[in-house]
């Protein structure tokens, strides 16, 4: 069984949506969580951490169920530039990267 | 604070060769990651290193190896190359012995197998 499963879409919406992407871990021993961006042909870049209670970054919230043993993360108000693959990451020592949710904003 | 740095940016390379890549991790990080992804697919896991020792190995086999050096910085090797080792190579570094601690990547070296 693989340690983090996307949907790796790809979601095609329109500019102004709102989007959410969900990924599910498979060990309940791990211990920190990370969205991350991926632009075309570049590398990983840290979105936001995620936590227990919630937490928000502007447009973007991401959240942590912990009992489900899942990650989510919202994206509101969608732009252009939001368009990319989105990471779900779960570490205890040693970082496991999803497959990554493919994300395209249409004007 | 610079971030963490690898080269080359782009190497060619025959079949058969042997490949080198070097990653320079962020200051006061001790763990190093290497990736590999290939052209429209996920990361792969390869290798961590952490103070100066292997603590994980993907499902690669023995020619890709690597080392980490006493100053933490970190080298790839791919011996006998293949077509198919063709891919972008991602090196990332952590602090273990921070709370919360993430992962930064840098830019990645393009290799190119023909």
Same mark, same amino acid.
Request: hydrophobic share 30%; proline share 5%; net charge neutral.
């Given at each position: 069984?693989?340690?983090?499963?996307?949907?790796? #879409?790809?979601? =095609?919406?329109?500019? #102004?949506?709102?989007?959410?992407?969900?990924?599910?871990?498979? =060990?309940?021993?791990?211990?920190? %969580?990370?969205?991350y961006?991926?632009?075309?042909?570049?590398?990983?870049?840290? !979105?936001?951490?995620?936590?227990?209670?919630?937490?928000?970054? #502007?447009? %973007?919230?991401?959240? !942590? =169920?912990?009992?489900?043993?899942?990650?989510? !993360?919202?994206?509101?108000?969608?732009?252009?530039?939001?368009?990319?693959?989105y !990471?779900?990451?779960?570490?205890?020592?040693? %970082?496991?990267? #999803?497959?990554?949710?493919?994300?395209?904003?249409?004007? | 604070?610079a971030?963490?740095?690898?080269?080359?940016?782009?190497?060619?390379?025959?079949?058969?060769?042997?490949?080198?890549?070097?990653?320079?991790?962020?200051?006061?990080?001790?763990?190093?990651?290497?990736?590999?992804?290939?052209?429209?697919?996920?990361?792969?896991?390869?290798l961590?290193?952490?103070e100066?020792?292997?603590?994980?190995?993907?499902?690669?086999?023995?020619?890709?190896?690597?080392?980490?050096?006493?100053? +933490?910085?970190?080298?790839?090797?791919?011996?006998?190359?293949?077509l198919?080792?063709?891919?972008? +190579?991602?090196?990332?570094?952590?602090?273990?012995?921070?709370?919360?601690?993430?992962?930064y990547?840098?830019?990645?070296?393009?290799?190119?197998?023909?």
């Amino acid at each position: 069984r693989k340690e983090v499963e996307q949907d790796p #879409g790809p979601f =095609n919406v329109p500019e #102004g949506a709102t989007v959410a992407f969900n990924c599910t871990y498979s =060990n309940s021993a791990s211990q920190s %969580f990370f969205w991350y961006r991926q632009d075309c042909r570049k590398e990983p870049k840290l !979105l936001m951490s995620v936590y227990s209670s919630g937490n928000e970054d #502007g447009r %973007f919230t991401a959240q !942590l =169920n912990r009992a489900s043993q899942y990650i989510s !993360l919202l994206i509101r108000d969608s732009k252009l530039s939001d368009s990319a693959t989105y !990471l779900c990451v779960v570490s205890r020592n040693q %970082f496991y990267f #999803g497959t990554g949710t493919s994300l395209t904003v249409i004007p | 604070e610079a971030g963490v740095t690898q080269s080359p940016t782009h190497l060619i390379k025959t079949r058969g060769q042997q490949a080198t890549l070097r990653c320079s991790p962020i200051s006061g990080h001790t763990s190093v990651y290497w990736y590999q992804q290939a052209l429209g697919l996920g990361l792969q896991f390869l290798l961590w290193y952490d103070e100066g020792e292997e603590r994980n190995r993907g499902n690669f086999p023995p020619r890709f190896s690597g080392r980490q050096f006493p100053n +933490y910085s970190s080298e790839l090797n791919v011996n006998a190359l293949e077509l198919e080792d063709s891919a972008l +190579y991602l090196c990332a570094s952590s602090s273990l012995q921070r709370s919360g601690n993430t992962i930064y990547f840098g830019e990645g070296s393009w290799l190119t197998v023909v």
